[in-house]
């Protein structure tokens, strides 16, 4: 029997890059998936490679995140994993960021967060079991210039982990902010000209320079490295882990 074999788990974003490759770690080791993405065509695609359910949901509507939870319920009965992955960068200065991209990022990075826990607690506390997986940053931990709002939500999600895994822990829910350094994904490769324009660097150097310098291993992090931990921490192996932040930084904060 494969480790997760009749759990439900909902993944926030996972059409691709990390999401799509905590979704296929977790179909692998036996979980029901449900992939929520506002992407409709990459999404549909994900869930039929897994067998799994594809929900079109826009994050930032917070009647999107009761009806996400709603509907899972109803095609599965109940919810045992909630993966908060969604997000997006935006990189410009303080003075320069625009007042209503800040005002997504609070909705789909942090609200939507909150309130996808909220709705999938009841069931996780009645059958006394659940996993909560938040996905952080190093910036969950540390500033980095030009990225206020991605910096600031983070902070955020790190405590809304901290005080979701206090109330779950008595009821068997455990709830992580996982923290990774940069990741070789789609949306970090679109970010190479903002940080090379805001930087003032070419575009070639900002791999180098800024998302591989910081780190000791000196390279990126794959999408499945970050899945690997993700399935463990759903795992009953991981049940006296709960409310810190969990690092695969490459070694960012060492420094």
């Known amino acids: 029997m494969n480790a997760l074999e009749g759990r439900i788990a909902i993944v926030t974003g996972a059409a691709r890059g990390i999401g799509r490759a905590i979704a296929t770690r977790l179909a692998a080791d036996g979980a029901s998936l449900v992939i929520a993405d506002i992407q409709r065509e990459a999404g549909e695609a994900v869930a039929r490679d897994l067998n799994g359910l594809f929900l079109e949901t826009d994050l930032s509507h917070r009647d999107a995140c009761r009806n996400l939870v709603e509907r899972t319920v109803e095609a599965f009965g109940t919810v ?8 997006f960068q935006h990189i410009d200065p303080i003075d320069e960021f625009p007042e209503d991209v800040w005002d997504k990022m609070v909705a789909v990075m942090l609200t939507a967060p909150f309130l996808l826990t909220r709705y999938s607690w009841p069931f996780m506390r009645e059958q006394g079991w659940g ?3 938040n996905i952080a940053s ?4 540390r500033a980095h210039p030009f990225k206020s709002g991605y910096v600031s939500v983070k902070h955020g999600l790190l405590g809304l982990t901290r005080t979701a895994a206090l109330e779950g822990g008595p009821h068997g829910i455990t709830v992580h902010a996982v923290c990774p350094t940069w990741v070789q994904t789609p949306l970090v490769e679109n970010q190479i000209a903002d940080q090379a324009r805001t930087r003032g660097i070419p575009a070639e150097e900002v791999i180098d320079k ?7 291993i000196q390279r990126m992090l794959a999408p499945e490295e970050v899945a690997a931990v993700v399935r463990f921490l759903c795992s009953d192996e991981a049940a006296g882990m709960t409310g810190s932040p969990v690092m695969i930084d490459g070694g960012v904060v060492a420094g």
Do not use: D, E, P, Q
């Open 80 to 87: 045992h994993i909630l993966v908060n992955n969604a997000g």
């Open 131 to 133: 996993r909560i997986i």
């Open 138 to 141: 190093v910036a969950a931990l």
């Open 210 to 216: 800024v998302m591989v310098a910081s780190t000791a």
